[in-house]
C-alpha cells in the first residue's frame, strides 16, 4: 500500500522560510510524479510544485515561481518543498500527491495517493 507523510510545517513570520517533506513509501511504481498541493479554509486544492521521480523536472504554480523550490532525494524515498519568503497568503494545508501515470501537471486529477497534510501558517 502507497503511503505518503509530510512533515516540516509550522508558523513562521512573513518573510521567512520552511522546508516540507514527503516520504513516500509501498511504492511498486517503476515511476511517478510527486505534487505538492495546498488548500485553504474555503478554497480549493491548489497546485503548487510537482517533480518527476526519474527525470527531476520539476513545475511550479504562477503564485509561488522563483519562492519555492521542489527537489527530490530518490535514495530516501522523499521529496522535499523548500518555500522561502513566505507572506501570509501561503498559509494553507500543504499536502503532497503521487500521480502513477507521471504526467507532470499541478491538477489534482492524475493524483492518486495522498497524504494527511501539513499546517503552515505565516503570520504578517
Known amino acids: 500500500e502507497v503511503q505518503l507523510v509530510e512533515s516540516g510545517g509550522g508558523l513562521v513570520q512573513a518573510g521567512g522560510s520552511l522546508r516540507l517533506s514527503c516520504v513516500i513509501s509501498g511504492s511498486t511504481f517503476d515511476d511517478y510524479v510527486i505534487g505538492w498541493f495546498r488548500q485553504a479554509p474555503g478554497k480549493e486544492r491548489e497546485g503548487v510544485a510537482c517533480i518527476s521521480k526519474s527525470k527531476g523536472s520539476a513545475y511550479y504554480g504562477h503564485s509561488v515561481k522563483g519562492r519555492f523550490t521542489v527537489s527530490r532525494d530518490n535514495a530516501k524515498n522523499t521529496v522535499h518543498l523548500q518555500m522561502t519568503s513566505l507572506e501570509p497568503s501561503d498559509t494553507a494545508v500543504y499536502y503532497c500527491?503521487?500521480?502513477?501515470?507521471?504526467?507532470?501537471?499541478?491538477?489534482?486529477?492524475?493524483?492518486?495517493?495522498w497524504g494527511q497534510g501539513t499546517q503552515v501558517t505565516v503570520s504578517s
Open positions: 500527491g503521487l500521480d502513477p501515470s507521471s504526467v507532470e501537471i499541478l491538477s489534482t486529477v492524475p493524483y492518486t495517493y
